[in-house]
């Protein structure tokens, strides 16, 4: 037996709208997935360029991106290890370049030593 509403507008059985926004949550879902494996790719690419470019010795990915939280809202979490002071800015402009999302770059030495902390025990090694 299904269900309806005395919502004006909804006249439809209430399975049918539960059908649709169930749908629509996969099809967000799917998408977020698609957005995320690009970003991994894009991580790949940068964490190059900045071992090569700038001498960069460890990157660590942290954040969004290693959850299934990841949107078209979200940034690109890194935290590196021996990026020079004044390589911060232009090392963050050539990623930019390298992906469509925003990056956040963080300096390992630079953090808090409990943020440095978490990031050392929880990021992913890139």
């Known amino acids: 037996m299904s269900a309806t509403t005395d919502i004006p507008g909804m006249d439809r059985p209430i399975e049918a709208y539960v059908e649709r926004w169930r749908k629509r949550q996969e099809a967000a879902y799917a998408y977020n997935r698609r957005l995320a494996q690009q970003a991994r790719q894009d991580v ?20 969004s991106l290693m959850t299934d939280r990841f949107s078209a809202e979200s940034d690109i979490d890194l935290a590196v290890a021996d990026l020079a002071p004044a ?7 050539e990623a930019g ?13 630079a953090l808090a030593p409990h943020v440095r902390d978490r990031i050392l025990e929880r990021g992913e090694d890139v």
Request: charged residues 25%; hydrophobic residues 50%.
């Open 97 to 109: 370049k390298l992906t469509d999302f925003p990056v956040d770059l963080k300096p390992l030495e």
């Open 87 to 93: 390589d911060y800015f232009p090392a963050l402009a």
């Open 44 to 63: 790949e690419h940068i964490a190059a360029m900045l071992r090569q470019k700038f001498g960069v010795t460890r990157i660590l990915l942290f954040g």
